[in-house]
């Protein structure tokens, strides 16, 4: 048994606590040595982790609501806190919560065990590619997945609290809490009470989702079908808990086959752990839910590695929008890292095979840290950002602002090249039009596109390849000039701002 001393014996009591907030404090050291440069002051922009200056309350991006409500969240926090501590820890506590809470699964008197869980579920591939493409907000829901797995059960209000991180999260966080409740859920015979949670907590987004008139680009299926990040193909990449649909989203050196095998062995034993925690007469009442939940993610994310399972995609996506979401099928493994954590808790319970356990996720793993090499560092935004933020959020007259040059991304110099969404549509507080188009990285080094949903933007995107530039529905047009030098003004509008980065006109 790896259990503590007695509670009788002369420093018991503290030796407990220590061993009690020891998952958080190790979750604690796995984002210091994750995030590394990124605790800098300042901010880290890359892909979809776009947090700007006094971020604005309410924003009207149009389209598809895929930051409702952590926008608001954030904007809430920062009327508090500088926005960069609140990103900072955002960041961070994705890492603590998804430490504790796995480390919550794991019964107290495995203590040891208990860190094998979090240490698992805090430092795998699945995190470190979403991190690596920005999607803090599906990360947070993720990272409370387990909390809520745990208050599946009579007294429905702990789920409550449990499923606030994914609520925060937005629609991606949700959809994947639900794929991973519903079954524990059913199998315990409280299905109706967590369904209903999930309802209630998926208003923000679905609401505005159903009148948003965001159409879904059945090409999106190819786009963001699973494939080979490693030298096992696309199963063998999801099944080491990898093989997202971004080539941007890589890990320096994670497609070696030493490292490759490393962690389908690792993968392999937690499976294995699991699966032997069925005879055992402690098994928990969550132990069936979760596995079919993990086998339904699988097979979900699965379904893009074949070319009949993206004809059905595709299928779907023209009968029905709102089949969108499962375009991106590698999102839904979230079930099966946590089944992974818990299951190698089970098989490493005690003695040397744990102690290797807690280190093994970080030995299989090295690139993470660091920043991911640098990759993730925190910049801060020139003068320009904050000078035309004041600019068109003082003028009270209505009407959009276009951000030039048309295109979803953005590779400032002063963000060290690194790929962000354009953060123009995160800090005004007037509509704002931009080319939602995403081109997706292939291993090729092509980029694959999958057309926007929001058909304001589609028309002006027409306009402006037509030079139509008198019909454009805009009051303003921000030009950042550090991409090209384009430098826009048609008839009708006039510069009321130009700096060194960006470029301003209005009609």
């Known amino acids: 048994m790896d259990a503590g001393p007695k509670l009788s014996r002369p420093g018991a009591g503290r030796l407990d606590r220590v061993w009690r907030v ?38 009207d991006r149009g389209g598809f609501p895929r930051a409702v409500p952590s926008d608001l969240v954030v904007a809430l926090l920062s009327r508090v806190l500088p926005v960069e501590l609140v990103q900072k820890g955002l960041l961070a506590g994705i890492f603590v919560l998804a ?4 480390a919550a699964l794991v019964p107290p008197e495995r203590r040891v065990a208990r860190l094998v869980a979090a240490a698992c579920y805090a430092w795998n591939l699945y995190l470190a590619q979403r991190l690596m493409l920005g999607q803090w907000a599906l ?7 387990p909390w809520a797995v745990r208050a599946v059960g009579p007294r429905w209000t702990r789920l ?12 991606q966080a949700m959809l994947v809490s639900a794929l991973t409740l519903l079954p524990i859920a059913v199998a315990r015979r409280r299905a109706p009470v967590v369904a209903g949670v999930l309802i209630v907590f998926s208003l923000p987004w679905a609401v505005p989702a159903l009148g948003s008139g965001a159409v879904t680009d059945p090409a999106g299926v190819d786009a963001f079908a699973a494939r080979a990040d490693g030298p096992f193909g696309a199963l063998g990449s999801l099944l080491s808990l990898g093989g997202i649909w971004s080539a941007d989203a890589g890990l320096p050196g994670q497609e070696s086959w030493w490292l490759a095998t490393a962690r389908l062995l690792m993968v392999a034993a937690g499976v294995f752990g699991y699966v ?23 097979g979900l994310a699965a379904l893009g590695a074949f070319q009949a399972g993206r004809e ?33 808790a089970a098989a490493l319970r005690s003695g040397a095979p744990a102690l290797v356990g807690v280190v093994a996720p970080v030995l299989v793993l090295p690139t993470l840290a660091f920043g991911a090499f640098g990759r993730l560092a925190a910049v801060t935004y020139p003068p320009d950002w904050p000078a035309v933020q004041r600019i068109v959020n003082a003028d009270p007259s209505p009407g959009a602002l276009l951000s030039l040059p048309w295109g979803a991304h953005r590779a400032f110099p002063w963000n060290g090249g690194r790929i962000v969404l354009d953060p123009a549509t ?15 990285g292939q291993p090729d080094g092509g980029r694959l596109p999958v057309r926007g949903e929001d058909p304001l933007n589609r028309r002006v995107g027409e306009l402006l390849a037509a030079r139509d530039y008198a019909r454009l529905p805009v009051r303003y047009v921000l030009v950042a000039g550090s991409q090209n030098g384009f430098l826009l003004e048609p008839a009708g509008f006039k510069t009321i701002f130009r700096g060194k980065d960006l470029h301003l006109l209005r009609r």
């Open 99 to 102: 430490a504790t809470g796995a």
């Open 22 to 59: 020891a998952p958080g404090i190790l979750g604690a050291a796995l984002a210091v040595l994750a995030l590394g440069p990124a605790l800098g002051w300042g901010l880290v922009l890359r892909y979809d982790l776009v947090f700007v200056p006094d971020p604005p309350l309410l924003t």
């Open 139 to 145: 990360l947070l829901g993720v990272a409370g997945l």
């Open 160 to 171: 409550v609290p449990a499923l606030l991180p994914a609520a925060i999260g937005g629609f």
């Open 276 to 298: 032997r925690l069925r005879s055992d007469p402690d098994r928990p009442a969550w132990w069936g839910g979760l596995a079919v939940a993990a086998a339904a993610g699988f």
């Open 426 to 440: 995160k800090i005004f507080e007037r509509r704002v039009v931009w080319d939602d188009t995403l081109y997706v």
């Open 312 to 344: 059905a995609l595709k299928w779907l996506i023209a009968l029905w929008p709102g089949f969108g979401p499962l375009r991106d099928g590698q999102v839904y493994l979230a079930p099966l890292v946590l089944l992974v954590a818990v299951g190698l």
